[in-house]
């Protein structure tokens, strides 16, 4: 019984190791393509509307 739960543990590790470097790669992708764009329009930033204040503001790295 006991390697059974060992053997479950590792997968639900394993698992959720998978899923955060997947989830890491695509945020890298996104970042990458954006400061990609950037470079090649020349801009030093991507200006979002802020819906609540109406103003604009630098796109951060988490958005």
């Known amino acids: ?5 060992f053997l ?3 997968v639900g590790v394993a698992w959720w190791g998978y899923r955060k470097f997947v989830a ?3 945020r890298l ?3 990458r393509k954006r400061s990609e ?5 020349g801009a030093t930033g991507t200006l979002v509307k802020d819906p609540e204040t109406g103003e ?7 958005e």
């Not at 604009?56 to 988490?62: A, E, G, Q």
């Open 1 to 5: 019984m006991a390697q059974i739960i």
């Open 37 to 41: 764009e950037e470079r090649r329009t």
């Open 56 to 62: 604009y503001r630098v796109r951060r790295d988490d």
């Open 29 to 31: 992708s996104r970042l």
């Open 24 to 26: 890491d790669a695509e």
């Open 8 to 10: 479950l543990l590792v």
